[in-house]
Nanobody, 120 residues
Framework: QRQLVESGGGLVQAGGSLRLSCVASGSMFSINAMGWYRQAPGKQRELVACITSDGSTNYADAVKGRFTISRDNAKNTVYLSMNSLKPEDSAVYYC??????????????WGQGTQVTVSS
């Protein structure tokens, strides 16, 4: 059973919007911090946004003001709303569960991710 299932990616024009979803298995979702990462071809995976169990959020500078992370504990789901998308946002997006101590530490194996492609 996959522990993390991402969805919602697709092809969008620059300036457009997408909303990614990640459903996490298990009963401890509400106490976990959750993070969204992305990996573009030839680049390292990078943390885009994270949200703690109490709803505090942190964002990479590249997405501040454009992306919003949120969570629904009743649905074991974390979301990433992406607005004003740019071609450089194109990547495979992954979520992970973990804990936050000055930064986000992922705990699970990576899921399959969801592809986001932004055309210029």
């Amino acid at each position: 059973q996959r522990q993390l299932v991402e969805s919602g990616g697709g092809l969008v024009q620059a300036g457009g919007s997408l909303r990614l979803s990640c459903v996490a298995s298990g009963s401890m979702f509400s106490i976990n911090a959750m993070g969204w990462y992305r990996q573009a071809p030839g680049k390292q995976r990078e943390l885009v946004a994270c949200i703690t169990s109490d709803g505090s959020t942190n964002y990479a500078d590249a997405v501040k003001g454009r992306f919003t992370i949120s969570r629904d504990n009743a649905k074991n789901t974390v979301y990433l709303s992406m607005n004003s998308l740019k071609p450089e946002d194109s990547a495979v997006y992954y979520c992970n569960r973990g804990y936050y101590n000055n930064r986000f530490y992922p705990l699970n194996d990576w899921g399959q991710g969801t592809q986001v492609t932004v055309s210029s």
